[in-house]
């Protein structure tokens, strides 16, 4: 058919347009022969005429069908044009967010300018060993082409990465490297890969900078060879560098940067290692502040230094070699700031103060001299003299720059070279794969010699990509057994030819540079004069200054200014003559001379286009142009020597915007990078090429029933193909696939939808027939029943009389009044019996009414007052609680009062003590001085001296004393303070008691229901407390005792006082001593106060602990505030209001005691008994201490007689005995509040210990009457429990004994039918033997015939064998077993039974050598068998199955008593005796565990390549394809053509396998549940992963085909009765609602709503993934409106957590368990199968 015949009503075109580059039309009208204009109409709904030249008509380009828009694969496209690709590359771009797209051999690339979730290492696995167009197209699966034909062809591969200047080369780049790295580990401890992925940064940071299109611009190209060995895993990798832009280094345009490193070390010039550098500001350095801008929106230049200066050291660079080239880089900063003056018309000079040049010196090691000296001057070599000349300071200016460009080259390069040498590993290279990050065609407004050797290196590769192309072509067509015709394409070699042939651009260029004299100019013209016959070259029509060529992809326009000096790349000798006398090694070895053929000589012979110009001496150096075009042929001959795979980077906007897609600006670089040339190539022969499976399932609409009825598809598809299109030269037909001519698919598709359309309105016709029909028969219908009554109504007419009339008009009149009366007297009737019945009804409602408001109100009294009831009863519950913890409270109180009174007699009696101890030495003193007075009456006038000493001593002495009586007088009075205030103190403690009690009631009511919950749990903590208060008890004992004890010794003390007393009386002048003594003893009194005192707050602190150890369930508060309370100070210790502090504490434990006494009267009353016991304890020594206390009042009254004689008989101290006397009767006044205060507490104490008893008494009899009411219940449904499980066991029981009986009998008729068959052998040999005597030996035949009784012999389960034959079993029953034999496949697990029972008798012999020995044994053989058959899944099953039995064994048989439940009386007596065998069952369960991994892994590799073709590629519903066109990427040279092909069907009969193997191997029920699962879980992940990362994958008949493949896997488990308890669909739920997805409406709000609640499984990456992926297979479906993914995504937005990751981890394993599952087979009755050769083992 011929292409003007497509120009038809509805079909749409391509028009050119200024803004949009192309617009799509309709056509409205025909397009005929002849027509001047063809009848368009703008999707705007504006019409307009397109003309034509009637001569030779250029029709507009017609647009593909709506079906082939978005294809991966731009060569699917029926029509192969400009438009149609700008299209596709759109709406993939903007609507799908589809970033990559195939067409032809090259990969296109959009840069986003947005972070994708598509590099991860899933994806990257994903894409791993994936054929090329089996997956959406993905820099991924280039490297993987590129990979996987290196490791099958042995062949080199290239990938060659080209674009403008911010399209995304570099991280395409990286990112293939990448996927190298991670696809061929090499296991090396050398870390080969992050080395090579470690050189990108500092490539970066010495080769990018920031250019006007870009932030990271790569300034020159990067071809990185990647070497691998012969395992194809990476060994190391080379990187060649071209044409750095060197210019750079010196200057920059407005906005742009230098390169990256300058920027960081500024950054980082405030650290100290870059202290010795001199840094200063990047705004402050000339070379780095010439574009203006001197930071970067979004790039910290000091983090980037770090990873920097990070990977220099993880590629081994040395921190020296570090430090050298940040000196050269900060040198090369400071040469930019030396300031250059002009000395003259025609001189220059550089100051000598200058700190930068001084600085730059300092930093190379340079002689300041000589460089100041040769930057202005210059030295010419003449014939007889040589002259030094200085120079102006625009030349010098440009020496100092061309300095620090050529320094900063020899860095680059030196940097380079380091880090090759740091990737190179020692190893033989097999292969390697090249990536080629180089610039692409560039073209500015003025462009220079950079951009001219740019797109001379772009001609050079495009010439290479249009023959590649070329070759393909003829491979794919050879291939096909299909004519191959030439095919006209473009070729650049003119172009090139111009560039570099002899007299080119290039050769006149180096030739004019040989002249000293040589300019710009003079160049140029040589170029007009030579070059303008030339059709590819022009000169511009207003300039002089510059020249044109048509290159490839558009005409570039050079200025000429400055291409001989940067060919050139001058730099003086005097200056590199400078630089070679450097004491920096570093720079000096960069300008060493060059040995000759030392450069770019690898053993590579290159053959320019002509032979190049020997320089004659060292001043004519090579060009930079010829080694630009030397090192461009180098790597033209490694290209060619590989396999290329190009991709092609494309900006999509200035503005760098995100998804935004700027047509102008894309188209440019689509025709500069080739892609356009491919399609053109394409579209020459036959660009569509669709496989015969995919052309029928397409157009077998388009078949007749003839044509369908035919089996061979090939010829039905060649019968309606030659029936359809006439012009055979319109397709041709070959072996696998057809190849149509541009324009043949658009045409079958556009017959395909007429079909449909035709079909559609033949539908529509016959059913709006079929509606008309119906409408009009009903019609018809009523229009006859019109008729009828109408005839009917004309006959009655003509038969009817005037008269008769007028009788049927009266007897109508007297029927009206008749009737009217009738229905007036029934209407009466009706009424009154309405009113009636309503009256009734309204009074029995009334009454109703009345009853139910008097019920109510009878309700609410009764309430009433059983509320009021209840009320009181509750009232009376809490008062009769508060009475009893009221005498609790006050019971413990006085208990504690008497306590502290106690102390307090104990301390009085002590000072009494001590006090009657002084009158005693007094009064000895006194005798003694009576004996001296008697003695001495001769000495009458020293007496009367010394009787005067002795008054004027006794007078200070009565002082004293006088003033001790003050003293004791002020004690006096405080003591009887603090008892008022005590008093005062206690009864304020009892009003706070009482207000505390009323809250606490209302806590305990609160807290009573937690504590019955809580019964068993307080059980042991009650005994606990009553021991810890049996403790305490024994500790007041103890302290009693001790008390005593210091009673005695203070009864020792006044002995000894007693004995002072009389040694004074006896010595009068140790009278002033007594002074001394009573400061002692006042200290002594004052220790044991603060002795007593300790006591007391130990005794506090106990009382504290025990307080919070009774009160373990109070709120944290009122503990703190207990222990406030408790601890309130040291000092008042003694006084009533620390008592009832303290007290406060227990008493609050008393009132948790007593509300657990309600509940256990056993508690209760141990606790009441303690109470008792502690009163009656307190009572006897309260009554031990009065004893004490009168007795000590004896001796006072001793004591104060003894002092009364004294006073009569001397009166030194009168005053002594009123002093005693008053302190008597206040101890006598003490002693009676004692008293009182103790009956007091002992009455309250008995009254509270009655009502607690009754108390007590009441809720235990209460509590004895629920218990034995809920004890009947109790037993009566304990009763019913056990009955029913009488039943269940009896069944189980029965079932259990008929399968264990089952087995017995299978495994005794199978030993006895071997054992028969010996028999039978034997037999026959004795029958033999005995033939020639039966004559003779008739009778004793006779009797050796008779049956011998047989003895029955009971075996116990244990197998002997000897040490030595161990290698024997486990050879025999491990290593040589096989996993299909007869005997194994009847008794499953028999190899477990044997080994266990092997280990029965070890145990049985308790011998820990030959039992530890043969455990390993058995374990090492496992292991081995399991490593020698890694890939055997029938050997895994077999040792899984029985490794978990054994494990059961182990358990079963162990002796403990969880695992022995089920066991049966002769099993519980197999038991293992003697040794402990829990270590090796945890042994075993690390071997099952591993070989349950290995078993999983094994399934999930066979698997694998039947997952996604059977889930996805098959078709499993008839009737319904899915399939589309595909394009040049299916013709992958990766792809074998004899793959099998999979369907569902082999996926579940190899799940069948795998099933009905592990049920013959018997293993457990729970263990294949858990394998199907992990199994289930990988169908599911592996194909989700596949449809998120297919587009071909996302339609809605696809989604169709999965929804009925996962019910064929349902059905699957539902066969083999596994879906209860394996959890296998939970896991396909992420694919389910995948497939959900791809069917549902997706256009309304409440669609979106709908996705959000059905898909909870699924992320919000990988919903808006198959969103964007979604594509329509026919014209009837609709696309996915960006709109309504943007309205998804702000709804999924707030969905909390989730995961970000877009793909499912495959590699994901679930954690097995083995449950325990004990086994009914008797070992006893296990027999030993002859097959397995185990004669040398005995049944014991």
């Known amino acids: 058919m011929a292409l003007s015949e497509l120009y038809t009503k509805y079909n749409r075109v391509w028009i050119p347009d200024e803004e949009h580059v192309w617009k799509s039309a309709e056509i409205l009208r025909d397009f005929k022969p002849g027509d001047d204009a063809l009848q368009l109409q703008l999707e705007d709904g504006t019409e307009m005429l397109y003309s034509l030249d009637t001569s030779s008509p250029q029709l507009p380009h017609l647009r593909n069908p709506d079906i082939l828009v978005g294809e991966n694969d731009l060569t699917a496209l029926s029509y192969l044009h400009e438009p149609a690709v700008l299209h596709n590359l759109k709406v993939r771009f903007v609507e799908s967010k589809i970033i990559y797209t195939y067409c032809g051999i090259i990969l296109v690339a959009v840069n986003p300018y947005k972070q994708l979730h598509i590099y991860g290492d899933a994806v990257i696995n994903a894409y791993s060993g994936q054929n090329m167009g089996d997956m959406d197209p993905h820099i991924f699966a280039v490297a993987e082409e590129a990979y996987k034909q290196m490791a099958r062809n042995n062949k080199n591969q290239s990938i060659i990465v080209s674009g403008e200047s911010g399209a995304g080369k570099t991280v395409s780049a990286r990112y293939a490297m990448r996927y190298f790295a991670m696809v061929s580990k090499s296991g090396s401890r050398t870390h080969v890969e992050d080395k090579v992925l470690a050189s990108n940064p500092i490539t970066e940071a010495i080769g990018n900078a920031k250019t006007t299109r870009n932030d990271n611009s790569s300034r020159f190209g990067k071809y990185t060879e990647i070497s691998f060995d012969r395992r194809y895993q990476i060994i190391g990798a080379n990187m060649r560098t071209y044409l750095l832009e060197k210019s750079r280094v010196v200057s920059q345009s407005e906005s742009e940067r230098n390169y990256h490193i300058f920027y960081q070390m500024c950054a980082c ?93 300092d930093l190379l090691g340079v002689s300041p001299d000589g460089v100041t000296r040769w930057l ?21 200016v440009n020496a100092r720059d061309a300095l620090a460009k050529q320094i900063y080259a020899h860095l680059f390069d030196c940097v380079i070279q380091k880090i090759n040498a740091a990737l190179q590993v020692p190893g033989k290279q097999h292969s390697f794969i090249g990536v080629l990050d180089i610039y692409g065609f560039e073209t500015f407004d003025i462009n220079s010699f950079e951009q001219f050797c740019i797109n001379y290196a772009n001609e050079k590769l495009q010439q290479q990509f249009n023959l590649h192309v070329f070759k393909l072509e003829q491979e794919e067509y050879m291939k096909e057994d299909i004519p191959w015709t030439l095919i ?50 022009e000169k511009p029509r207003m300039s002089n200054e510059a020249f044109i060529i048509q290159h490839f992809a558009d005409k570039v326009e050079y200025q000429c200014w400055g291409f001989l000096e940067k060919n050139r790349d001058t730099l003086y000798e005097e200056l590199i003559d400078t630089m070679r006398t450097s004491k920096f090694p570093l720079l000096a070895n960069f300008f060493l001379e060059e040995e000759p053929g030392g450069v770019g000589s690898k053993g590579i012979k290159v053959r320019p286009a002509r032979p190049g110009v020997k320089p004659t001496n060292k001043n004519l150096r090579t060009t930079v142009g010829e080694k630009f075009r030397s090192s461009l042929y180098l790597l033209m001959e490694t290209l060619n020597a590989t396999t290329p795979h190009y991709v092609r980077c494309i900006k999509p906007n200035e503005e760098k915007m995100p998804f935004e897609y700027d047509s102008k600006r894309v188209v440019q670089q689509l025709r500069a990078c080739g892609v356009l040339e491919t399609i053109h190539i394409s579209a020459q022969s036959y660009p569509s090429r669709w496989t015969y499976i995919e052309f029928y399932s397409r157009y077998s609409i388009l078949m007749s029933q003839q044509e369908l009825v035919l089996t061979d598809k090939k010829q039905t598809c060649r019968t309606v193909l030659q029936r359809l299109i006439q012009d055979s030269n319109q397709y041709k037909f070959g072996r696998t696939k057809i190849f149509f001519r541009a324009g043949q698919v658009a045409y079958l598709e556009k017959l395909r939808l007429d079909r449909l359309r035709g079909a559609c309105v033949t539908i529509q016709k016959h059913v709006r027939g079929w509606s008309h029909r119906r409408t009009f028969l009903r019609m018809r219908e009523a229009a006859i029943i019109l008729q009828q009554y109408v005839r009917g109504q004309r006959r009655i007419r003509k038969s009817v009389t005037a008269a008769a009339l007028k009788q049927g008009w009266a007897a109508v009149v007297i029927q009206r009044y008749w009737r009217g009366h009738l229905t007036r007297q029934i209407f009466r009737m009706v009424r009154s019996s309405s009113i009636i019945i309503q009256a009734f009804t309204r009074g029995w409602i009334a009454r109703k009414r009345y009853k139910k408001m008097v019920e109510v109100q009878k309700a609410l009294i009764l309430q009433k007052y059983a509320r009021a009831w209840l009320a009181r009863r509750r009232f009376q519950t809490l008062r009769r609680l508060v009475h009893n913890v009221q005498l609790s409270y006050r019971c413990q109180q006085l208990r504690k009062k008497l306590e502290d009174q106690g102390k307090e007699n104990c301390g009085l009696l002590e000072r009494l003590t001590s006090l009657a101890g002084a009158h005693a030495q007094g009064l000895d003193k006194l005798h003694s001085l009576e004996a001296q007075l008697g003695k001495s009456a001769t000495e009458k006038a020293s007496l009367e001296e010394r009787e005067k000493k002795s008054k004027e001593d006794a007078a200070k002495t009565i002082a004293q004393l006088q003033q001790e009586k003050d003293g004791f007088i002020v004690q006096k009075q405080d003591l009887e303070k603090k008892l008022a205030d005590t008093a005062t103190e206690m009864k304020d403690g009892f009003d706070q008691i009482k207000t505390t009690l009323k809250e606490d009631l209302e806590r305990e009511e609160r807290l009573r229901k937690i504590a019955e919950n809580n019964l068993d749990l307080q059980k ?13 008890n024994r500790r007041l004992k103890e302290e009693r005792v001790r008390l005593q004890r210091q009673t005695e010794e203070g009864a020792q003390v006044n002995t000894d006082l007693q004995d002072q007393v009389i040694q004074l009386t006896k010595h009068v002048k140790v009278i002033p001593e007594l002074r001394k003594d009573l400061h002692n003893l006042q200290t002594q009194r004052d220790d044991l106060d603060r002795r007593m005192k300790g006591q007391s707050e130990e005794a506090i602190a106990k009382m504290s602990v025990i307080t919070r150890q009774l009160l373990g369930g109070m709120m944290e508060e009122e503990v703190i505030s207990l222990h406030v309370l408790a601890s309130d100070g040291p000092e008042q210790i003694y006084e009533a209001g620390d008592l009832v502090t303290a007290f406060d504490g227990l008493q609050k434990a008393s009132r948790v005691l007593e509300r657990k006494q309600k509940e256990q009267k056993e508690v209760s009353d141990s606790q009441i008994e303690g109470l008792m016991f502690k009163v009656e304890h307190l009572q006897n020594e309260n009554n031990q201490l009065q004893k004490l206390f009168q007795e000590k009042m004896s001796v006072n009254d001793s004591i104060g007689q003894e002092v009364t004689r004294l006073n009569q008989e001397n009166m030194v101290i009168p005053e002594l005995k009123q002093t005693v006397s008053e302190l008597q009767r206040h101890k006598q006044e003490l002693e009676e509040q004692l008293e009182e205060q103790t009956r007091g507490m002992t009455e309250q104490i008995e009254e509270i210990s009655k009502k607690l008893q009754m108390n007590v008494e009441e809720e235990a009899t209460q509590r004895r009457l ?37 087995t017995q009998e299978a495994s005794r008729l199978t030993a006895e039918n071997m054992d028969f068959e010996e028999q039978l052998d034997m037999k026959d040999r004795l029958i033999r033997k005995l033939q020639n005597k039966i004559k003779s030996l008739q009778t004793s035949e006779k009797a ?120 049966s009386p002769r099993q519980k007596k197999n038991c ?40 996805l590629e098959h078709e499993s519903l008839q009737g319904i394809s899915s399939m589309k066109p595909t394009g040049f990427r299916k013709r992958s040279s990766s792809i074998y053509e004899d793959q099998e092909i999979y369907t569902i069907s082999s996926l579940l009969q190899q799940l069948s396998l795998y099933h009905s193997t592990m049920s013959q191997h018997g293993m457990e029920e729970g263990l294949v549940r858990q394998a199907v699962k992990q199994t289930f879980f990988l169908v599911g992940a592996a194909t989700l992963n596949n449809i998120l990362l297919r587009k071909d994958m996302c339609s809605c008949r696809k989604g169709m085909q999965i929804r009925c493949n996962i019910s064929y896997l349902e059905e699957w488990l539902k066969e083999k009765d596994l879906v209860q308890g394996t959890s296998a669909m939970e896991t396909l739920k992420p694919l389910c609602q995948a497939a959900w997805l791809l069917q549902v409406n997706k256009t309304t709000d409440d669609d979106a709503k709908e996705i959000i609640e059905q898909c909870s499984e699924l992320n919000t990456v990988q919903i808006v993934k198959i969103l964007n992926s979604y594509t329509p297979i026919d014209d009837f479906e609709k696309r996915v409106a960006p709109s309504f993914v943007r309205k998804v995504q702000g709804l999924l937005q707030d969905r909390e957590g989730g995961s970000s990751q877009l793909m499912l981890d495959t590699q994901y394993r679930f954690q097995v368990t083995f449950p325990f599952t004990p086994s009914s087979q008797a070992l006893e009755l296990l027999q030993l199968p002859s097959s397995l050769r185990l004669g040398f083992i005995t049944r014991i």
């Open 269 to 361: 010039a405030d650290q100290p290692e870059f202290k010795s550098l001199r840094l200063l500001r990047a705004d402050e350095f000339r070379y780095t502040s010439m574009g203006g801008e001197t930071a970067i929106e979004g790039v910290d230049d000091r983090k980037d230094m770090e990873e920097t200066r990070r990977t220099f050291s993880l590629l081994g660079l040395t921190e020296d070699f570090q430090a050298d080239v940040f000196k050269v880089l900060a040198g090369i900063l400071h040469l930019g700031n030396v300031e250059i003056r002009n000395a003259g018309s025609d001189r220059s000079s550089i100051s000598s103060s200058d700190p930068h040049i001084a600085a730059f010196c």
């Open 376 to 396: 202005c001057h210059r030295r010419f070599v003449m014939v007889t003299e040589t002259v030094v000349k200085p120079v102006t300071s625009k030349r010098a």
């Open 488 to 537: 006209d394409f473009y070729d650049n070699q003119p172009v090139i030819d111009l560039i570099e042939a002899k007299m080119g651009i290039l050769d006149l260029l180096d030739e004019e540079c040989l002249f000293p004299q040589g300019t710009d100019q003079n160049w140029l013209q040589k170029l007009y004069n030579y070059l303008a016959d030339n059709p590819l070259f």
């Open 1020 to 1032: 042991e903590d009650h005994e606990k407390e009553v021991e810890i208060l049996r403790e305490e």
């Open 1266 to 1302: 629920l218990e034995q009411h809920e004890q009947v219940k109790r037993e009566e449904v304990e009763r019913r429990v056990e009955e029913l499980e009488e039943v269940l066991r009896r069944q189980k029981n029965t079932e259990t004994e008929a399968k264990t009986r089952f």
């Open 1344 to 1463: 050796n015939q008779m049956p011998a009784p047989t003895i029955p012999k009971e075996y116990l389960g244990m197998l002997e064998y000897k040490r030595e034959d161990e290698p024997k079993l486990i050879q025999y029953i491990i290593l040589d077993l096989k996993p299909r034999g007869v005997v194994v496949n009847m008794i499953p697990n028999m190899a477990a039974q044997l080994l266990f029972m092997c280990v029965r008798h070890a145990d049985y012999l308790n011998d820990g050598a030959k039992l530890k020995s043969l455990m390993n044994a058995i374990i090492s053989g496992v292991k081995k068998v399991i490593t020698d058959h890694q890939a055997d899944f029938e050997l895994l099953s077999f040792w899984l199955s029985n490794m978990y039995h054994m494990l059961n064994c182990l358990k079963q048989y162990s002796g403990e008593e969880e695992f022995m439940k089920q066991n």
């Open 1472 to 1511: 293992l005796q003697n040794f402990d065998l829990s270590e090796h069952r945890q042994i075993f369960s690390d071997l099952a565990i591993r070989i349950y991994h290995q078993f999983i892994s094994v399934m999930e590799k066979t698997l694998m390549p039947m997952i996604v073709p059977g889930m």
